[in-house]
């Protein structure tokens, strides 16, 4: 088994306003690859997580979780074998 390498990382910190929220990822070339897409926001936002995509395609959800000690939302999705390159996380 190989050990796994960490590939690009892109990061955001905004305040969307809208329904959704994009940004661009350039995703690296390779095999027996991983997308991991890490959420947080304040919970007293009443915005909720519905969906991600990557390049139009859909992301498993991981978890959801609220922490209110932290008051903070939390959501991981995840997409084995994304496609390579640039594309959009919605």
Known sequence: MS???KGNVTNNNSNPSGN???INHTQNSGNN????LL????SQNSRSFTGATYGGVAM???YQINRGGLIQRMVCYYLENPPDG?????
């Open 3 to 5: 050990t796994p390498t």
């Open 39 to 42: 959420i947080t926001m304040s």
């Open 60 to 62: 498993t959800q991981l």
């Open 33 to 36: 690859k991983l997308l991991v």
């Open 86 to 90: 640039n594309n959009t996380v919605t």
């Open 20 to 22: 959704s929220f994009s």
